[in-house]
């Protein structure tokens, strides 16, 4: 089974929109059961999706659980409310100033609450063109990845998102071979430092109903973490019925 994430980023305004838009997942995954959905709508959204029959995600969390910290959120928070996974490093908020150090921190916290993160990785365009894409995601999974001794990694699962930066919103997708090859790459990675870790990766970066198929039939490509198709409702229909025939 194939698993998609929807991010739908800082997507929709309204409240009607992200409703309209949660019900017309719940219609389709009606008929698509055959697929791990993941829903990841914004923080204030999260309340109205968590009755419906899919997994929940969110976007980002703090890494710590309760206490004077105004604007963040925690994960117990999350987990109180029902939702399953978090999204951690997206590119987007790396560039935002998210440092390793702090993604590390909270890679911990989500394990620590049983919750599920989602581990965004990624090259630019020049790291890629460098030549340094395996050593840049490397680095990024030992950094984020670094566990506390009193973390045990038995039974733990973790989801790794690959995501070159350059892919992201620009439809200029990553060659589906080659995103393979790099799937292979961090799979072993983390087996030979992690062995006993569930993991499964996915790719991101400009996944829509016309490239997916190419994506989900890679050896190593356990599913497609999908952005701007995510809130376009004739995407997601076509997108969950390809993945349904995996
Ligand atoms: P796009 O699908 O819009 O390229 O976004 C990918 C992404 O960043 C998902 O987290």
New binding site residues.
Partial sequence: MKTIVA?FKMNPTSEKEAVSLLENYQKNYENFKNVNLIIAPPFVYLDKAKNLNFSLAAQNCFYLNEGPYTGEISPLMLKNLGVQYVIVG?SERRQMGETDEIINKKIQSILNNELTPILCIGETKEEKLKGKKEEVLKNQLEKDLKLENNLSPVNKSIFIAY?PVW???TGDFCDPEEANLTHQFIKEFIHYQFFNFDVKILY????DSKNIKNFLNQLNIDGA?????SIKKEEIAKILEIANSY
Avoid: R
């Fill in positions: 991010n997206h995501e892919a992201i919103g991101g970066g400009s996944v973490l999908v952005g701007g198709a």
